[in-house]
């Protein structure tokens, strides 16, 4: 699975603006703060902005804002916001597809495939990642040793 870099650089967004600042924060600084290409992340927030994620101000206290409470929105809508579904065979759903003879067990491969991405990003809040504090079933997926390595 890959992560893109509109994905990435939409959870940098959404956490900067989830760390509680007082107040909307510009796309400029958003940007150089996580050193995202600033007409990059204007798409970015124009889409999270229409995902409902975010809210934007105009003026000269101006800026963007979470439109709930970071608790409220978990990683998994945000990536959802930017880049559609989680989980993808060839841009098609896995519910979608079919396969036959001796790929036809590939569906279920598929299905458990997206349950367990869903179920990591969709229970983890951009709160967690803000605060520090995973989930303990994600800290315990991710201390796994073999976790870190590339086969």
Avoid at 40 to 48: H, K, P, Q, S, V
Avoid at 60 to 83: F, K, N, T
């Amino acid at each position: 699975m890959r992560i893109s870099a509109r994905a990435d650089y939409a959870v940098r967004a959404a956490l900067l603006l989830a760390a509680g600042q007082d107040g909307p924060l510009k796309a400029e600084a958003i940007a150089e703060a996580q050193d995202i290409p600033h007409k990059f992340l204007e798409g970015i927030l124009n889409d999270m902005r229409r995902g409902g994620l975010v809210a934007s101000q105009r003026g000269m206290r101006g800026g963007y804002r979470l439109a709930r409470p970071a608790q409220d929105i978990s990683v998994a809508d945000v990536v959802r916001a930017v880049d559609g579904p989680l989980v993808s065979v060839r841009g098609v759903r896995p519910p979608e597809l079919a396969y036959s003879g001796p790929a036809e067990s590939l569906l279920p491969l598929w299905i458990a495939l997206r349950a367990n991405v869903r179920r990591i990003l969709e229970g983890v809040s951009l709160a967690d990642v803000a605060s520090g504090h995973l989930p303990d079933f994600v800290g315990a997926l991710a201390e796994d040793p073999a976790a870190w390595s590339n086969p």
